[in-house]
């Protein structure tokens, strides 16, 4: 599956970006979607991840209660609502997808994803 993420951008402390992942090609119907975030120096981050089949999205704790990930079935399109902005959220960010459903434990890892897309920059300042 080829993924197209956009919509970061730079934006000072304590505002909002949305990002979005689209699927080209296919649709998301069974896939299971996440964003993982990267910055400078340091590991990949898992950030959220939604089902396409239904239940509940889960977060990363770093990005609880400001982030929120929705998805647009129609589009089989995933976005990632950033609000409350922090220069910690400084990173490229990653939309992943698997065409599978897992337990939370597996689907926070990044090895669960078969596809990424090309990764978008989110820059805050403070």
């Known amino acids: 599956v080829q993924l197209q993420a956009s919509g970061g951008g730079s934006v000072q402390a304590g505002g909002s970006l949305r990002l979005s992942c689209a699927a080209a090609?296919?649709?998301?119907?069974?896939?299971?979607v996440a964003w993982f975030r990267q910055a400078p120096g340091k590991e990949r981050e898992f950030v959220a991840f939604?089902?396409?089949?239904?239940?509940?999205?889960y977060y990363g704790d770093s990005v609880m209660g400001r982030f929120t990930i929705s998805k647009d079935n129609a589009k089989s399109t995933v976005y990632l609502q950033m609000n409350s902005l922090k220069p910690e959220d400084t990173a490229v960010y990653y939309c992943?997808?698997?065409?599978?459903?897992?337990?939370?434990?597996?689907?926070?890892?990044?090895?669960?994803?078969?596809?990424w897309g090309q990764g978008t920059q989110v820059t805050v300042s403070s």
């Open positions: 090609g296919r649709t998301f119907s069974s896939s299971t």
């Open positions: 992943a997808a698997a065409d599978r459903r897992g337990i939370p434990a597996l689907s926070r890892r990044d090895s669960w994803y078969g596809s």
């Open positions: 939604i089902r396409f089949t239904g239940g509940n999205p």
